[in-house]
Nanobody, 120 residues
Framework: QVQLVESGGGLVQAGGSLRLSCAAS????????MGWFRQAPGKERELVAA????????YYVDSVKGRFTISRDNAKKSASLQMNSLKPEDTAVYYC?????????????WGQGTQVTVSS
């Protein structure tokens, strides 16, 4: 098992940047593919970005391509999401998640979420 804790959310103006971090506990972090999801009020949760266990492959939803970057540091048991050129439509609760079934598959473990609010 792995426990996940997100940090780094907050309020930022449009065009600004935030870096979300996800700290993992447990000894097998490097066995999991990692993803960042978000859920805005009244909308379904969506996968924003994902990365394979060794960082070899990444995925981004079209709306964030070129603006967001996902990364991980297996030695530090952490994953990050660098968000640049933020837009009001990026406002959501962001969740870090770990997958045993592939970076585009089912996610098994979730953090508590961190709020990101982008003002116009």
């Amino acid at each position: 098992q792995v426990q996940l804790v997100e940090s780094g959310g907050g309020l930022v103006q449009a065009g600004g940047s935030l870096r979300l971090s996800c700290a993992a506990s447990g000894r097998t972090f490097n066995r999991y593919d990692m993803g960042w999801f978000r859920q805005a009020p009244g909308k379904e949760r969506e996968l924003v970005a994902a990365i394979t266990w060794n960082g070899g492959r990444t995925y981004y939803v079209d709306s964030v391509k070129g603006r967001f970057t996902i990364s991980r540091d297996n030695a530090k048991k952490s994953a990050s999401l660098q968000m640049n050129s933020l837009k009001p439509e990026d406002t959501a609760v962001y969740y870090c998640a770990a997958s045993e079934g592939g970076y585009l598959g089912e996610y098994n473990y979730w953090g508590q979420g961190t709020q990101v609010t982008v003002s116009s």
